[in-house]
């Protein structure tokens, strides 16, 4: 039917594939909310080696075709999941038979072939979508070549390009010689429009090319204007911000509900919190923490300077003087890995560090602590505190980006907001925020059970961003 939004969600990974971090849980679920939404949406990645088998159970092959780039051709094949959201795969095992996603000497070569091969991938599947919406660095291609080659195509002509920033600090930056490799106009470099710093930037890329750009938070689409967060882009993103905004993430809160959800011992609700109290001590008991009513502090990170562990480095040992525990789940920089085993060392029965993931260990620690922090230097988005409040661990957090846009400060005298925040980055302020929960903490069980509540009760759900995204994918249906 006319009315019905078809759009092609270009990603470089996407749960529960493949996931390196935030962008591979939004590719997978934000998907099936605008499904739901009566949109055609379709999703498609690299077919990485990394993807485990048992995920690619019904995956039929399509097709293949060569991919020029430069001298070099190389074929694409093409792969499709079917179900509520058809995935397709573009594998290569040049280019993604290898161990990892990104890093690699090669990568403008190896997302630059990504990106043609989407295109041609929709010739092949006659599917052409009103809507391409790329994602970060790794996409940027795509949107430049949709511009200079494939719109003088007819059935391309009219797609739009949506380009959605999920962290500016990774930008995709290569030497000059990418431009040959390409094989766009010289003109792309000269003008300007792909050079950044004397490098061709893929990013860049994606911000110019785009007719629109989103990023996943509303604050964050401000600071990235600014010389503190635009990470050198700030100039360019000024110059477009007629066609920037910024639109919250979500998460499924299907696959994530406390009521029902399979990978925690105990079930509980907004109403009924001993559930929440049991899975704290089943969270204490499989970490070997001491078995005693206190504050359990819990984070699950990137172990790096943006989550803040910088910060919470300077104040870690003034944080434990207080009467509580500490739980931590990520892997990262190898400073904050030895830093964090150190503290478990000094502190014993009161910490549980753990330097890998495990999605299991990932849902007791939300369901069973009682403060979540993410005192991070920026949070474009932050998922984490969004899990945290749906299953009623309150967050501690910086104000800035995503954190700003979706934890209000909790008011003991109206009983309103769903979690704690400090604004100023430095170790006085993160406790600061520390001590304000733990004064309501301590000041009684009802007290305590009224911030609980509000924080479950705080929709952040995909519902709303889906509305928010579809609004905008017609508006660039109906642009002339």
Not at 123 to 135: E, K, Q, T
Not at 364 to 371: P, Q, R, S, V
Request: net charge negative.
């Amino acid at each position: 039917m006319k009315d019905c939004l078809k759009v092609l969600l270009v990603a470089s990974e996407a749960a529960p594939f493949i996931k390196s971090g935030g962008l591979g849980d939004v590719a997978g679920s934000l998907p099936k909310a605008l499904r739901a939404q009566g949109v055609d949406i379709r999703v498609v990645i690299p077919r990485y080696s990394d993807i485990k088998n048992e995920t690619m159970y019904g995956v039929e092959y399509l097709g293949e075709f060569p991919v020029h780039l430069s001298w070099r051709e190389q074929y694409a094949k093409i792969l499709v999941k079917p179900g509520e959201v058809p995935v397709y795969f573009i594998e290569n095992n040049f280019y993604f038979g290898r161990s990892g996603l990104y890093g690699y000497g090669d990568d403008n070569e190896r997302f630059a072939f990504f990106g043609k091969a989407v295109l041609d991938m929709l010739a092949m599947l006659d599917f052409y979508p009103d809507v391409i919406h790329c994602n970060d660095w790794q996409t940027g291609p795509v949107c430049m070549y949709l511009k200079e080659m494939y719109q003088k195509m007819v059935y391309y002509s009219h797609m739009k390009a949506l380009f959605t920033v999920h962290n500016l600090q990774y930008q995709g930056n290569f030497d000059r010689g990418t431009m040959e490799l390409l094989a766009v106009p010289r003109d792309c470099y000269g003008d300007g429009t792909v050079e950044f710093y004397g490098n061709v930037s893929y990013m860049k890329m994606g911000l110019m090319y785009a007719d629109r750009i989103t990023t996943v938070s509303q604050t964050y689409a401000k600071e990235i204007q600014t010389w503190e967060y635009g990470y050198g882009m700030d100039g360019i993103l000024k110059s477009r911000s007629d066609v920037l905004s910024g639109i919250i993430n979500g998460v499924d809160y299907m696959a994530n509900n406390p009521e029902t959800d399979p990978r925690i011992p105990y079930h509980y609700g907004a109403e009924q919190l001993e559930g929440k109290r049991k899975n704290k001590q089943a969270l204490q008991e499989k970490l070997g923490l001491a078995q005693r009513d206190v504050p359990i502090i819990g984070m699950i990170t990137r172990l790096a300077d943006q989550k803040g562990l910088d910060l919470l480095t300077t104040v870690f040992h003034e944080m434990m003087q207080r009467d509580v525990q500490f739980v931590l789940l990520g892997t990262g920089e190898r400073r904050f890995e030895e830093m964090f085993r150190y503290m478990q060392e000094q502190y014993g029965d009161r910490i549980s560090t753990n330097i890998f993931f495990d999605e299991n260990l990932a849902q007791l620690i939300y369901a069973g602590a009682d403060l979540f922090l993410m005192p991070s230097r920026f949070e474009p988005c932050g998922l984490g505190q969004m899990f945290s409040l749906r299953y009623g661990t309150v967050p501690i957090v910086r104000k800035t980006g995503g954190l700003a846009d979706t934890i209000v400060r909790y008011d003991p005298s109206t009983k309103t907001g769903n979690g704690f925040l400090f604004e100023t980055y430095d170790g006085n302020g993160l406790l600061w925020a520390l001590d304000e929960a733990l004064r309501v903490y301590y000041s009684g069980a009802k007290e305590w059970e009224q911030v609980v509540k509000n924080a479950m009760e705080s929709n952040y759900s995909w519902e709303n961003s889906a509305l928010s995204y579809i609004k905008l994918y017609e508006c660039l249906r109906d642009e002339a």
